[in-house]
Nanobody, 119 residues
């Protein structure tokens, strides 16, 4: 199983970006899937994710600005980021807990995509 992330880039404050992440390989089940971010000198924090109970998690810092969505058929998740702020600048990483053929539930991380919010 691999997670392939795309999107990100440089945007001015108040601008928007959209991140995408898709799981490929012999996926049997997805327990959770979403986005983390890590800025230099900061701990990695979870930004948004769908949880196994059917709910969606959002970090308080992004509520009302970011929208998380998923496409079950494609094993993909998306993060629409609006009204971006300089403090959103970070490497965004896609994360999932996935069961695959011949393998129990395991953690997977995408390659990370840089989001820079600056004027």
């Amino acid at each position: 199983v691999q997670l392939q992330a795309s999107g990100g880039g440089l945007v001015q404050p108040g601008g928007s970006l959209r991140l995408s992440c898709a799981a490929s390989g012999s996926v049997v089940g997805v327990y959770t899937m979403g986005w983390y971010r890590q800025a230099p000198g900061n701990l990695r924090e979870r930004v948004a994710a769908f949880l196994n109970d059917g709910s969606t998690y959002y970090a308080d810092s992004v509520k009302g600005r970011f929208t998380f969505s998923r496409d079950n058929a494609k094993n993909a998740v998306y993060l629409q980021m609006n009204n971006l702020k300089p403090e959103d600048t970070a490497v965004y990483l896609c994360h999932a807990v996935i069961a695959s053929m011949g393998r129990d539930w395991s953690d997977y991380w995408g390659q990370g995509t840089q989001v820079t919010v600056s004027s």
